[in-house]
């Protein structure tokens, strides 16, 4: 974890998928401020950034649903407790980062349609899925790294030990 964050921000970050909005918005403003730079008049060159956006989608989407998988099953004590504990913030970051990475698969393909009558539009929407994508694959990212710091914990747990009554004070 990084020590420039404080503890408090980082749980208010994890427990309020919401957040991951800001990026893309922050986005989309400041591409809209500078003009809608960086959109190709090539329409094949567009089509073919579409469709690449979509497929890096569909690979996050991949990879989160192993994650998540991850750690639903994973059998330790202390990601058992999490479950537990924090069920509720779980759910919401899954579903989100799931769900989001569907939006992010499809929203290129709508996009694709609609570049023949706002190439502008088109452009605007992938950038946004494409920001998105990363501030839910970041979260993925983030959970991944947990789940894993958790498995290295609850191998330092030490196994519990039978202690028998001595025979000589018996």
């Known amino acids: 974890m990084s020590r420039t964050i404080p503890s408090g921000f980082r749980n208010i970050l994890a427990a309020h998928p919401i957040l991951d909005q800001v990026l893309p ?4 403003v400041a591409w809209i401020a500078f003009g809608q730079p960086l959109v190709p008049d090539n329409e094949s060159m567009r089509t073919s950034f579409y469709l690449g956006s979509a497929t890096i989608s569909g690979l996050a989407m991949a990879a989160s649903t192993f994650v998540c998988a991850m750690t639903y099953q994973s059998a330790n004590i202390l990601m058992a407790k999490t479950r537990d504990l924090y069920g509720p913030e779980l759910r919401r970051n899954w579903v989100a980062v799931i769900g989001s990475h569907l939006v992010t698969a499809t929203t290129p393909i709508f996009a ?20 998105l994508l990363f501030a839910r694959f970041s979260r993925g990212l983030w959970w991944l790294q947990f789940t894993l710091f958790m498995d290295v914990k609850s191998s330092e747990i030490p196994e519990r030990v039978e202690i028998g009554i001595r025979e000589d004070l018996a």
């Open 25 to 28: 918005l922050v986005g989309i």
């Open 112 to 131: 694709i349609v609609i570049d023949g009558h706002s190439t502008t539009l088109a452009m605007g929407v992938t950038l946004y899925a494409l920001l």
